[in-house]
């Protein structure tokens, strides 16, 4: 099944200034160009396609992009041989790991579902962007464009993929580049993780949806809890992103309208030099005010911890953005006990659980990003001896390593936020194509026609308007493509044994008239250890530094 949608040459000429992948025709240096031996135009596409971490062929494709490494591999570029493709490098994040599998199982559940899409099965190609900018927009040029290397068509270049939807990307500058790519075609990114506000614009980001709430609520949700404490001097960092910015003035001008007072407010990146970090941290250490509100991404927020940790100073109380402040890869940083901050709501996702777990050596062998998944939590090589010395890894794997036992993030199913997110995406995406394909009969039997062909544009236009709920989660979108923002509060306190555990302490939903949104339900655990619910006395001591 082949879309009607077209690349325009012009557009795409535009568009791919800044990239490799645009097709072109084989042959000569210059743009277009058809063999002479048959009528169809042989076209190759410039560039290397970026592997897949994960497909399956299906009637109708979803993409997904998930930032499974956190860094790409940067080269010095001499110009003066052919640029390698771009790579994903560093470590891996079992997270985002898990957020990509979450959405396989749910495609998985939907392809298995008599009630949606019923005889129709979805395919998917889900890829790794490793929080990269360029990555996530070569990944999207991809999708709308295929992966062939050669292609034969009758007219020219043009043609496009069988692609009804994209899931993704998690954070928001890779979900940016990628909507200014794909928007022009109306094909609909829904993403689980971006929360930029600006994200909201619809005359720049038409075709952009998102599961979770635009950082404009969180912005209101943060400073309607600082107001709560009656806290009045407080000093900022940011990640220098659009996350961050975007999100810390929605936050500074909410708060400003309130009279708090912001000792100081620093940006910082993980991509920064060290030194940079550095004096972030030297601004909070020499600080005098107590509490620092931190917007910032997990990437950025572990090395800011990391170099906090160096040379301990006075405790602080963190106020966490969601993107770091539920975050179960955080919780050894115990400089952070008393945080609190907004998550999304925690949630059950039936069955998940044994899926994510049912992987044995046999079958994380056929997915690269299994096999470095399996070999970095058990430190073991799934490849002969041989292999063994060049990877730095000290024994072969012998079938003892027991995933059950495993406690890394991609295990931790027990606080499933950001993976419902992926969840609700991919089921917004199959109601919107089921609302396509498929008809009740008078005998209210659901018929699908597989065939029937599928533009992303229809696909956008039936998102608009899904209204469903799957495991007692509602799933709706805002003429802005948000979603309605329900937040729990949640609160770091260390548990008997001393480790960290994010307790939800307190709720806000700002779907109710002011005055309702925000409701406690528990106490919180401050920096001191102290369980009171804070009292004046408490506050002052806290706030003993506040300049009169
Ligand atoms: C340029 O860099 C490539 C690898 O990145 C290397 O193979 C090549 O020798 C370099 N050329 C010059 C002239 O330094
Ligand atoms: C969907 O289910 C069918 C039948 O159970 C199976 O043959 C197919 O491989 C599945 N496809 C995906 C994408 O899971
Ligand atoms: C789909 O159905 C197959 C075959 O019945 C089963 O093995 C698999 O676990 C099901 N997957 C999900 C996600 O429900
Ligand atoms: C419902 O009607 C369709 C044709 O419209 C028929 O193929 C199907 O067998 C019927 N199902 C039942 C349960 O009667
Ligand atoms: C879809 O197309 C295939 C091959 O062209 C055909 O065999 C099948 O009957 C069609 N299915 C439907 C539901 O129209
Ligand atoms: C979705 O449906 C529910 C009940 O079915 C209704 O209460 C709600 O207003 C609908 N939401 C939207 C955005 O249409
Ligand atoms: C914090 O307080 C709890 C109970 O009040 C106590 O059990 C725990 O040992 C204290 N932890 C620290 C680090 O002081």
């Known amino acids: 099944m082949r879309l009607s949608l077209a690349l325009d040459p012009r557009l795409a000429s535009v568009l791919g200034l800044c990239l490799l ?29 970026h592997p897949s971490a994960f497909s399956k062929d299906g009637d109708f494709f979803i993409g997904g992009v998930f930032s499974i490494h956190y860094y790409m591999l940067t080269v010095e570029h001499n110009f003066s041989t052919m640029p390698e493709p771009l790579r994903c490098t560093g470590s891996l994040d079992s997270r985002e790991l898990r957020l990509s599998r979450a959405m396989i199982y749910a ?30 927009v070569k990944v999207a040029f991809q999708l709308t464009n295929g992966a062939d290397p050669v292609f034969d068509t009758g007219e020219g270049c043009s043609r496009s993929n ?87 003035a929605a936050f500074l001008t909410a708060a400003h309208k309130e009279g708090i007072c912001v000792e100081y407010s620093e940006a910082f990146s993980h991509t920064n030099p060290q030194s940079k970090v550095k004096k972030v941290a030297d601004v909070i250490r020499s600080s005098t005010s107590r509490v620092v509100v931190a917007f910032v ?3 950025d927020m572990r090395i800011l911890l990391e170099e906090l940790e160096r040379l301990p100073t006075s405790p602080r109380q963190w106020i966490g953005s969601e993107a770091w402040v539920t975050d179960p890869e955080m919780k050894h940083f115990g400089l952070c006990a008393g945080a609190i901050g907004f998550g999304i709501q925690r949630s059950v996702i039936p069955g998940l659980r044994d899926f994510l777990l049912d992987l044995s050596p046999q079958k994380v062998s056929s997915s690269p ?10 430190g073991c090589s799934l490849e002969k001896e041989t292999a063994l010395r060049e990877r730095a890894l000290v024994k072969v794997c012998d079938g003892s390593e027991d995933i059950q036992q495993l406690r890394v993030p991609y295990t931790d199913t027990s606080q499933l936020r950001i993976t419902n997110m992926v969840y609700k995406a991919v089921y917004a995406v199959a109601h919107a194509i089921h609302s396509l394909v498929c008809e009740e009969k008078m ?18 236009e039936k998102l608009k308007r899904v209204n469903f709920s799957r495991n007692g989660y509602r799933v709706s979108f805002d003429a802005n493509g948000d979603p309605v923002a329900t937040y729990e509060l949640v609160n770091w306190q260390r548990g008997e044994g001393g480790q960290m555990e994010f307790v939800t302490v307190g709720y806000y939903d700002a779907s109710l008239p002011d005055g309702m949104r925000f409701r406690m339900e528990k106490e919180i655990t401050w920096v001191d250890n102290s369980t009171q619910s804070p009292t004046v006395a408490h506050v002052s001591a806290l706030w003993r530094d506040v300049p009169s």
């Open 21 to 49: 992948h645009l097709a072109v025709a084989a042959g000569k240096p210059n743009l277009l160009d058809t063999t002479s031996a048959s009528d169809s135009v042989r076209c190759r596409l410039q560039g290397t396609p």
């Open 107 to 136: 495609i998985e559940e939907i392809n298995n579902s008599s009630q949606l899409l019923p005889g129709v099965t979805i395919g998917y190609e889900i890829y790794d962007a490793c929080c990269s900018v360029p990555v996530a």
């Open 297 to 299: 991404s997990y990437s």
């Open 162 to 248: 069988t692609l009804t939807a994209i899931v993704g990307e998690s954070g928001s500058t890779p979900s940016i580049g990628m909507s200014r790519v794909i928007s022009p075609f109306g094909i609909p990114q829904v993403s689980h993780f971006a929360t930029c506000a600006c994200l909201s614009d619809k005359k720049q980001f038409p075709s952009f949806f998102r599961t979770i709430p635009s950082d404009q609520y969180q912005a209101a949700a943060l400073v309607h809890l600082i107001r709560h404490f009656g806290w009045i001097w407080i000093g900022a960092v940011r990640s220098d992103s659009d996350y961050g910015n975007s999100g810390m």
């Open 443 to 460: 005998n209210s039997t659901v018929y699908c026609d597989r065939n029937q062909s599928v533009t992303p544009t229809q696909v956008l």
């Open 369 to 378: 990003v299994l096999t470095e998944f399996w070999e970095g939590a058990f």
